[in-house]
């Protein structure tokens, strides 16, 4: 919908992000009721691959938590600001034009998408001028439904919408359905998506082997539907979701994340067997490129594949603070994976012109990896296998300490038995942008232009965190997150 996201779903979007930096207000929506429908699936295609609902509501709690987020976070005034000047509208126009519910349908396959807006307003006609005012090039096709206006680009996506509702609708749909249960009805937004929406969005995410990793997680289970709720909270933001595959999955503990330093700028916990990792390296023994030379290598590292899997499959945490880099491993035998390692980068060393020797940093023994400017430091501390960029990075128990994850923790407690963990600091990933290590700088590179633009314009004033968890129950996976407010 790319000229009524000048206007409409351009504002929204602005008010979703103030939403996610969270708010101070008293208000709050955190009722875990699930929704027995959600308005305007009665009139939504049940071939839609997308359903999104906004509470556009006034009067009500969760949009007049919104506005109040507006005034103490600079960044949303800033995005807020330049989407209304752009469109030459205000915010109340649109307050007083919207109905209590606005809607974003997808329609069509995941590589080509049909999008309509629905929104059951009580002034079509104000609504209508408010979008020919603010379209920059060509005014948005409309047309009624019954109490709701449809909008979309063009009639013939109009046209598209209304035959494919014509076999059926959303709320009649046996996966909707089943979905409402996990939908807090009294949500900011609500959202269903089918299984291949999912699936080809998480493949879009990052870039290389990032996207075909989380594309492959998605198919490898095989996911039917998913729902994701946001809620404003005394906290800041709420974020809930459940994803209903067909596999059944089994949850372990994520216990390394307690192990990381109270500098942590972000980190995720996650077992290495549920990414499949293990089995990658496994599989390399099939591959017709370099299955042939899986053995050769074995000898002369002295070095089982199997070996390598292991540690792979284990829980680990990739994470980074306010300066540097660091992994650290829960090896079944820390001290058996550090010589395993001193063979691969004695080999390594030999092939980059690079150098290792034995270190103490930060009072910990350690072999050091000096390739170029980079220098990379690994060893075995409390039985895990760490590496890291700097002693900063070392791992220590302190991030319990920190005060930052403290409150984060209290506001959204991490059950002992999950799948995952992450977590953010965004004032530790401001200073982490400014970081002049050299290994830092290379990750930085490796994002490209848009990532060193983001870190140039970064701006954490008015956020605090972000903590998050998975976990996996049945053949549904569960997410819980919060974003924190200062």
Do not use: H
Not at 326 to 344: E, R, T
Not at 397 to 403: F, H, L, R, W
Not at 422 to 442: E, I, M, P
């Amino acid at each position: 919908m790319r000229r009524i996201s000048v206007s409409l779903a351009l504002l929204l979007a602005c008010s979703l992000v103030l939403a996610a930096c969270g708010s101070k207000s008293k208000n709050s929506s955190s009722s875990s009721n699930g929704s027995s429908s959600i308005p305007g699936a009665e009139i939504v295609p049940a071939s839609a691959i997308g359903f999104v609902s906004i509470s556009t509501d006034s009067s009500g709690a969760q949009w007049q938590q919104v506005k109040t987020l507006i005034a103490g976070i600079p960044s949303a005034q800033k995005a807020l600001g330049k989407a209304l000047s752009s469109s030459g509208v205000t915010l109340t126009d649109f307050e007083q034009a919207l109905g209590k519910t606005t809607n974003l349908v997808e329609l069509g396959t995941a590589a080509k998408t049909v999008d309509v807006i629905l929104t059951n307003t009580t002034d079509a006609a104000k609504l209508k001028s408010l979008l020919a005012k603010s379209s920059s090039k060509k005014e948005p096709v409309t047309t009624e439904i019954g109490s709701w206006l449809a909008m979309s680009d063009s009639q013939a996506a109009l046209d598209q919408f209304q035959s494919a509702a014509a076999k059926g609708k959303l709320a009649d749909s046996s996966s909707f359905k089943q979905a409402l249960p996990g939908i807090p009805s009294d949500a900011l937004v609500r959202a269903y998506l089918t299984g291949s929406a999912i699936t080809a969005t998480a493949g879009n995410l990052g870039t290389g082997s990032t996207s075909k990793l989380l594309g492959s997680a998605a198919k490898k289970n095989q996911l039917e539907w998913g729902t994701l709720a946001v809620s404003a909270v005394p906290e800041g933001l709420s974020v809930s979701g459940v994803f209903k595959g067909k596999t059944s999955l089994a949850n372990s503990s994520s216990t390394l994340i307690d192990e990381l330093p109270s500098t942590t700028s972000l980190a995720v916990d996650l077992n290495g067997k549920d990414l499949g990792l293990d089995k990658a390296v496994l599989a390399l023994r099939k591959n017709a490129k370099y299955g042939k030379e899986i053995p050769q290598i074995e000898a002369l590292l002295g070095v089982k594949l199997e070996d390598l899997a292991t540690l792979l499959g284990s829980e680990m945490s990739v994470y980074a603070t306010n300066s540097g880099i660091g992994i650290l491993i829960k090896a079944p035998n820390a001290d058996q994976s550090k010589a395993m390692l001193d063979k691969v980068v004695k080999l390594l060393s030999a092939q980059v012109s690079g150098a290792s020797k034995p270190v103490s940093i930060g009072g910990v023994a350690a072999t050091q990896l000096t390739i170029g400017k980079m220098k990379i430091y690994y060893g075995v501390k409390s039985g895990n296998l760490f590496i890291v960029t700097d002693a900063n990075a070392l791992p220590g128990a302190g991030i319990s300490s920190d005060p930052v994850y403290a409150a984060a923790a209290k506001a959204l407690p991490i059950p002992a038995a999950n799948s995952g963990v992450a977590f953010v600091d965004f004032a530790n990933l401001a200073q982490l942008s400014k970081s002049s290590n050299s290994v830092v700088k290379s990750v930085g590179k490796l994002g490209g232009s848009s990532t060193a633009k983001i870190s140039s314009s970064f701006d954490a004033r008015g956020v605090s965190s972000l903590l998050g968890f998975i976990v996996a129950n049945g053949d549904k996976i569960e997410l819980k997150a919060m974003l924190s407010v200062k």
